[in-house]
Structures are given as structure tokens and as C-alpha cells.
């Protein structure tokens, strides 16, 4: 049975059978800078109802606090916490912290989890996006560590764990940190705008009669990669992904094979290529591969667009196109606005307070995607893709529409309330049954939260074709493999190149290609090859790889395979999924020298004496004292199917 008791002195603690999970106490900041923190504020009432315990505080400042704690009906325990101001003027606040937590006091009777104990505890650092390739990494507390929107304490050995995360993404950026002055106690913070979020303003502030905080749910247990699930499973069911029934999308996208080299021939040279070289070989899903145009394609004339469009799908493929909509590259913010005339790019800029342009960042100024003028401009452009036919579209950038800042809305003041209106504003324009037909999206550099919106999410920024890739891809499976599924359609993992991706100058060898490859398959995934088929090498080394029924039937069954171990900074080299009533393994490769990678069957929740083919080499592997050996010098992957 899991509940909340109130222990005095503004702390209460969090029970689950004989443990005690956690301590914690609250606080809240007014925008004015006056602040109620429950340890020295006076609990004026305290309710207990339908088992929700709700605690008032009032503070020294004329602040009230209410805190609310509750277990779901799925067992999660949460928290949120109100500010209101004590004379019933407008509450206003940029940051609330419903929890301030650490391990619970030592008390006869009760247990704390062993994870509190535990000198090696890590702490999973989620990051708010992927853009200049952030990745997940997983260290020691420290004062000042930060992750966002949740976290979770675990120990490595045993796997015991303590999950920590919002539970709402409406209006709060939310993040989890370590105190400053004791790296043991860390903050569920509401409020977060910072480096990590590449904010340069700060967070927005909310108003009402009273500004809640959103909620954070806690969930304990024997293995922190169950928790991730469950959380996940939780967040599923408050918000579902939006649904695509038409298969993985298997095809090609132009950015890593040709970058700005894309042009009309190049781009149905390489659809021609997919339909005349890959389809008869396996290397398609429910008939169809996708062409996908990413940026560049402006060089091309709508007609000429539309026209391809149609060629591709008069030979049985679809057509992709791409589009940065919360991001502005150019360089003229006088320049005429597509789609809107008489009006400039400039009056569609975020600024800050004082009407300054925000700073660019990754190359570009977000716009206000809360003004008028921005969704007609969208509106122009989506309809477009629509009318010629497209049925695909990467949409980058989007990182951008969640940057704090002052809108034309004055209603949405803060990034997450302004990222969550745009996202619904594209997924409307493209909705199946206002255009008649499906329409694949594709969010790229987008925050892991708010989810729901798109059919996939790229997990990594640029990921290519080299060791170095393959290991930041794996980084991102290792600790995001859960979102795929329950929070988006498709954990998207980004272009699979096979031979060298523009501004290379060296191919990747045969072993990088096959694990760069592996890694998508077992992503959840996206399939969407990118080299330059005008290299005859290219060709050669596609054919051979991405023509693979058995491979390519694991990618398509929509299964992300679970990690066997973290790894601190870095990846997993094990990774396990059953598919179709088969045990499978992908074992990695990314270090130069020569190593055995080992598998420990039991710990990875497999058979300790079943014997294995892998689907590349056709290679038996033998389960032996429990475990799988596989010795490899650079590179490579295993793709292992139980026989």
C-alpha cells in the first residue's frame, strides 16, 4: 500500500508498505521575490479526503501554500503545490517547487529504500532536447546537477530505483536539481529556463487567483527501467501518441548523402534507386518506400514539386518534404513573409521585454508562433505540401517554439503554453480527416516534453555513419528507448548512412554501416537511408545491407529493444526485445580496439542455455555459463534471433 503521511514541521513522507520511500517539503516563490516555504510557514488546515492529503500553509509574507499528495489509481504516488496570496489579490509566480526531497529519516520500523545508501547512486540526467547533440548521461548527485522534466536515483548493480517526474506539460518547463548547499536533497522545480533549455529570458510568469504548480509522480521499485515504462505506460494513458496505422516508414531523406547538393535529378535518382534497387530486395514496409526532400528542396519549382510527387506515386512510393516552422535562418528581417504580403519576417521574431530580438541559437531566431501573421504563414505552407501531394514531412528545429519570451498572445506567457498551441496548430493542419488522407510527421530537435504531437520524435541530432554515431544513437536508446510507443508513435533514429555522409571524407567501413543500421532497427523506429547513389560504393554497400527481410522485419514490428545495462555517459552494449515469440539480442561495437562484449543472459531477463543465428552472418552463438561472448576488433553489430 503506498500513502502519504505528514510528519511535522512541514515534511511529510512518502510510504510504500514497510519503506519509507522519501522525505520532502515545499516552497514557493512570488514573482515579487517574496517566498512561503513549509518548514517555517504555519500549517493552517489539514485534509485528508478520498486519499488525497492536502496540507495549507501560510507563509510569513502573506503567502498561502497548499500541497497537495495522492496516490493514481495505477498505484503512482504524485504531488503538486497552489500559491494564493493570503488577502485574495492575484497569485503570480515563475517558480514553485512542490517537492524538496531526500532520503527519509531513520526510524524504528520503517525502512528506507537501499538506493539512499548506495556511494555509486546515479542520478539520470534526462536533457530537454537533443539540439548540438545533447545526450542523457547518468552520474554521481552533485550540487547543482540538473534534469529535466524527470529523473530517476538508481543503483547500477542492483537496479533498485526512485523515479521522479512531471506528470503535466502544459505550462511549466519542469525540471529535477540538485540542492546547492546539499547535493543529497534535490528540487522538483516548475520554472525551469535556463543553458539546458536554451533560454535566455526568464521563465514566464503565471497568474490566477491561484497558479498551481504541475505534478510530479514518484514511482519506487526493483528495476529503474521498469519504472521508465511504467511512467511512460501512466503518461500513455493521460495523453495517448498520435496514432499512425500504416506501417514503419521505410525510405530515403536527401540531408546526409547530399545536404545542400539536392537537386530535381539527385532527388529521383535516389527514389528510382529505392524502387528499382532496395523494394525487390526486402527493403520496404506494406509495399511502399518513402522519398523524403529535406532542407534545400526550395530550389525546386512547385510545379516541378508537385510533379514529383505524382511520378513517385504513380510507381507505388510516397514523397517527403521538410520544413524548420519555429525557426528563422535568414538573414533580412525585412524580407517579405511567404504566403502574407505586406508584411516582414520581423514582425513574427520573439523578442524580449524591451522589444529586442532574441540571440540566435543553433543558427536561427524563434519566431512568435503565437502571432496571427506566423499561422498564416504556417497555414501557407502546410497547405502547400498538402496540395502537391506530399506525405511525409520532417519538421525541425522545434526547440525554438518552446523559448521564453514576449508574445503577441498576451495570454501565453510562458514557452511550454506557447510550444504546446503550436504543436496542436501543425498536427490540425495536417490532420487525416481534414485533408482527406494519412500524413506522417516527424518532429527533429524537438524537447522531449510536451509529447503527444507528431507520429515520431528523432531521438539524437545529426546521427550518420560512423562509430562515433553509432555510439551517441545508442545513448539516446539506451535511456529514451521507452518514450518509443508511449509518448510518440516512433522513436525516429535519424539517418542510416551506409557508405559517407556529405562533407566526409572518409567512408565508413563495413562494420560501422551494419551497426549504424542495427541501431535503427531496434529503435522502434523510423527506417529512412541517406547516401549519395551516385558513388557506385554506396550503392554497392546498400544493397547489401538494407536488403535483409529478416532485419528488416524486426525494424518493422515496431519493437524497441530494452537496454541491458546504463553506462554512465556513454551507451549500452546489449539490448534485448521478443518479437514474434523469439528472443533477440543486438549486441555493439564502437571502440577501435580489440574486446569481448559479454551478455549476461539471466540479468537481461533471457535463457540461460538457448542458442541463437545472427541475422547478418548467419553465425551460431551458443549461450555458455550464462552468457553471450562476442570478440570484435572496431565497429560492428550482432543482430541475434532465438532459434
Not at 508574445?407 to 510550444?419: L, P
Not at 538494407?546 to 528488416?552: E, S
Not at 564502437?590 to 540479468?603: C, G, M, S, Y
Request: hydrophobic content about 35%.
Amino acid at each position: 500500500m503506498t500513502g502519504w503521511i505528514y510528519t511535522g514541521n512541514g515534511f511529510w513522507e512518502l510510504e510504500a508498505g514497510e519503506k519509507r520511500i522519501l522525505k520532502a517539503y515545499a516552497r514557493a516563490e512570488s514573482a515579487d521575490g517574496r517566498y512561503v516555504d513549509t518548514r517555517t510557514a504555519r500549517l493552517e488546515g489539514q485534509t485528508l479526503e478520498n486519499g488525497l492529503l492536502a496540507l495549507r500553509f501560510l507563509g510569513e509574507e502573506g503567502l498561502v501554500l497548499t500541497e497537495r499528495l495522492g496516490v493514481t489509481d495505477e498505484g503512482i504516488a504524485w504531488a503538486d503545490c497552489t500559491l494564493q496570496e493570503a488577502d485574495g489579490t492575484e497569485a503570480a509566480s515563475r517558480l514553485l517547487t512542490p517537492l524538496v526531497f531526500c532520503a527519509p529519516d531513520a526510524k524504528e520500523g520503517h525502512r528506507a529504500p537501499a538506493v539512499w545508501k548506495d556511494l555509486w547512486l546515479r542520478m539520470l540526467c534526462v536533457p530537454y532536447d537533443n539540439t548540438m547533440w545533447l545526450r542523457y548521461e547518468a552520474l554521481p548527485l552533485k550540487s547543482g546537477r540538473r534534469s529535466y522534466d524527470l529523473t530517476v536515483l538508481y543503483s547500477e548493480s542492483s537496479r533498485e530505483g526512485i523515479l521522479v517526474g512531471a506528470l503535466d506539460f502544459d505550462r511549466w518547463k519542469n525540471g529535477i536539481v540538485c540542492s546547492a548547499t546539499d547535493a543529497n536533497t534535490l528540487e522538483a522545480r516548475c520554472g525551469m529556463a535556463d543553458e539546458g533549455t536554451h533560454d535566455t529570458q526568464p521563465h514566464g510568469v503565471l497568474r490566477g487567483t491561484e497558479v498551481s504548480s504541475s505534478r510530479f509522480g514518484i514511482l519506487y521499485g526493483a528495476d529503474y527501467r521498469k519504472l521508465l515504462e511504467a511512467y511512460g505506460d501512466f503518461l500513455s494513458s493521460e495523453r495517448p501518441p498520435l496514432k499512425w496505422e500504416h506501417g514503419v516508414p521505410f525510405g530515403f531523406n536527401s540531408w546526409a548523402g547530399l545536404a545542400f547538393r539536392l537537386n530535381e535529378a539527385r532527388y529521383e535518382g535516389s527514389a528510382e534507386f529505392l524502387r528499382t534497387e532496395l523494394m525487390n530486395g526486402g527493403y520496404e514496409n506494406q509495399g511502399t518506400t518513402y522519398a523524403n526532400l529535406d532542407a534545400g528542396w526550395n530550389v525546386m519549382a512547385p510545379e516541378r514539386l508537385a510533379a514529383q510527387a505524382q511520378r513517385l506515386h504513380q510507381a507505388g512510393q510516397k514523397a517527403g518534404i521538410y520544413d524548420a516552422p519555429f525557426a528563422f535562418f535568414g538573414k533580412d528581417t525585412q524580407e517579405e513573409i511567404p504566403g502574407v504580403p505586406g508584411h516582414s519576417y520581423g514582425e513574427i521574431l520573439l523578442r524580449d521585454e524591451k522589444g529586442r530580438l532574441l540571440p540566435r541559437v543553433d543558427g536561427a531566431i524563434p519566431y512568435d508562433v503565437t502571432h496571427p501573421l506566423w499561422e498564416e504563414m504556417t497555414r501557407y505552407k502546410f497547405n502547400r505540401f498538402v496540395e502537391w501531394n506530399y506525405d511525409y514531412v520532417k519538421v525541425d528545429f522545434m526547440t525554438h517554439g518552446g523559448m521564453e519570451g514576449c508574445r503577441y498572445d498576451k495570454t501565453v506567457s510562458t514557452g511550454r503554453q506557447a510550444i504546446n498551441r503550436a504543436y496542436a496548430f501543425l498536427d490540425a493542419l495536417l490532420d487525416e480527416g481534414r485533408i482527406g488522407r494519412p500524413f506522417f510527421i516527424s518532429l527533429s530537435i524537438a524537447p522531449i516534453f510536451p509529447y503527444g504531437y507528431g507520429h515520431a520524435r528523432r531521438v539524437s541530432c545529426d546521427a550518420f555513419g560512423t562509430a562515433q554515431d553509432v555510439e551517441y544513437e545508442l545513448n539516446s536508446h539506451t535511456y529514451g528507448w521507452w518514450l518509443s510507443g508511449r509518448l510518440y508513435q516512433y522513436n525516429d533514429p535519424d539517418h542510416i548512412v551506409l557508405y559517407k555522409s556529405f562533407g566526409m571524407e572518409k567512408a565508413s567501413t563495413e562494420g560501422e554501416a551494419r551497426a549504424r543500421y542495427t541501431t535503427a532497427v531496434i529503435g522502434g523506429t523510423v527506417m529512412m537511408l541517406s547516401d549519395d547513389y551516385e558513388l557506385l560504393e554506396a550503392g554497392e554497400r546498400t544493397r547489401k545491407l538494407a536488403c535483409n527481410p529478416a532485419v528488416n522485419r524486426i525494424a518493422a514490428s515496431q519493437t524497441a529493444f530494452l537496454p541491458a545495462e546504463s553506462a554512465a555517459d556513454s551507451a549500452s552494449t546489449a539490448y534485448s526485445a521478443v518479437i514474434d515469440g523469439k528472443a533477440c539480442v543486438a549486441l555493439f561495437h564502437w571502440k577501435p580496439e580489440k574486446e569481448t562484449v559479454v551478455l549476461d543472459a539471466a540479468r537481461a531477463g533471457l535463457k540461460e542455455d538457448a542458442e541463437y543465428t545472427d541475422l547478418w552472418s548467419g553465425r551460431s552463438f551458443q549461450t555458455e555459463n550464462g552468457r553471450i561472448s562476442w570478440e570484435i576488433e572496431g565497429c560492428d553489430a550482432l543482430l541475434l534471433q532465438e532459434r
